[in-house]
């Protein structure tokens, strides 16, 4: 059984910096991209960022573009979401997701039925 585990929520000021982590089990080698979600209260889940493994293309909603980086080790089979410049609409739910039947472009990465697995998600606050 697939499972993504997020870690790295927490609480900060508005203008800090947090780093989650996606830590993946199964197959490597059959994974095709793995994603970053959010979803805050009375609001859909939406695509953050997104990643192809063991290729270097990375998709980014424009909400979050120039202040999140997506990362991945390969050798620790972990994604990381680095997050600075946290302003307090970037609070939320965080989601890992991984997909294994499709690759992600700039066309889908953002689409959820994309992905196979979903982790249970980090909180993360941002105050002003």
């Known amino acids: 059984q697939v499972q993504p585990v997020e870690s790295g929520g927490g609480s900060v000021q508005a203008g800090g910096s947090l780093r989650l982590s996606c830590a993946a089990s199964?197959?490597?080698?059959?994974?095709?991209?793995m994603g970053w979600f959010r979803q805050s209260p009375g609001k859909e889940r939406e695509g953050v960022a997104a990643i192809v493994i063991d290729g270097s293309s990375a998709q980014y909603a424009d909400s979050v573009k120039g202040r999140f980086t997506i990362a991945q080790d390969n050798a620790k089979n972990t994604v990381y979401l680095q997050m600075n410049s946290l302003k307090p609409e970037d609070a939320a739910m965080y989601y890992c997701?991984?997909?294994?039947?499709?690759?992600?472009?700039?066309?889908?990465?953002?689409?959820?039925?994309?992905?196979?697995?979903w982790g249970q998600g980090t909180q993360v606050t941002v105050s002003s």
């Open positions: 997701a991984i997909a294994y039947t499709s690759y992600c472009d700039a066309g889908t990465w953002h689409e959820r039925n994309l992905y196979n697995y």
């Open positions: 199964g197959y490597r080698s059959s994974m095709k991209c």
